[in-house]
C-alpha cells in the first residue's frame, strides 16, 4: 500500500476516535510527547522523501545538531514556543499513530491517553501491528539526523 494510502487510513481512525470521543486529549499544542521521545524521530525512505523538501537549511542543520541527544529526546521539529509540529502535514507515521492505536493490548500514548484507555472500553483502537505489517515494505526506518545529514555532506 502506498504511503498516501496508510495515512488516509490512519486519518480514518484518529477522526472516527475524535468523533466518538469529542474530548480526546490529543491536541495541538499538546507537546509533551514531542518532547520525551525515546529516540530521535524514525523514517523510511518514503517518508523522508515526502519530509525533505519542507526542511530549510536552518531545520536540517537543527537536525543534525540534535543527533545523538539525550534521552528524553525533544524532537527538533517541534515549535518550542507554540508546542506545534512545524512539519505537520508531511510529519512521520509514528507522530500520526501515536495517541491512537494500540498493539498487543497495550495503546501507544502518553499517561493522558493510558487513561483514556483505562476508563474506557468501548475505543476502537488503530491495530499498530497491522500498521507495522504494512510498513515493513518501505524498508528500515533510521533517524531523522542521519537523513539530513545525508543531504547536508
Ligand atoms: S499523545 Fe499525549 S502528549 Fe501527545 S498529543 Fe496526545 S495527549 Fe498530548
Ligand atoms: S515530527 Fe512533529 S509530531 Fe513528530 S515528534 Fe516531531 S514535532 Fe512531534
Not at 543534525?64 to 508546542?83: F, K, Q, S
Request: one cysteine or more; hydrophobic letters at 40%; proline letters at 8%.
Amino acid at each position: 500500500m502506498p504511503l498516501y494510502q496508510i495515512h488516509a487510513a490512519i486519518e480514518q481512525r484518529t477522526e472516527a476516535i475524535r468523533e466518538a470521543h469529542p474530548d480526546w486529549p490529543c491536541r495541538k499544542g499538546c507537546d509533551d510527547c514531542c518532547r520525551s521521545l525515546a529516540s530521535e524521530p524514525l523514517l523510511s525512505e518514503p517518508e523522508w522523501s515526502l519530509l525533505r523538501p519542507a526542511l530549510s537549511g536552518e531545520l536540517l542543520q537543527r537536525i543534525a545538531a540534535n543527533a545523538n541527544a539525550p534521552r528524553p529526546v525533544t524532537c527538533p521539529l517541534l515549535d518550542r514556543e507554540t508546542g506545534a509540529c512545524l512539519v505537520y502535514a508531511v510529519r512521520p507515521l509514528a507522530c500520526r499513530s501515536y495517541g491512537y492505536y494500540a498493539e498487543r493490548g497495550k495503546v501507544l500514548g502518553c499517561h493522558r491517553i493510558e487513561a483514556v484507555a483505562a476508563a474506557d472500553d468501548s475505543i476502537l483502537w488503530g491495530n499498530h501491528t497491522a500498521l507495522d505489517r504494512e510498513t515493513s515494505a518501505f524498508g528500515p526506518a533510521k533517524p531523522l539526523s542521519e537523513w539530513a545529514m545525508s543531504v547536508i555532506r
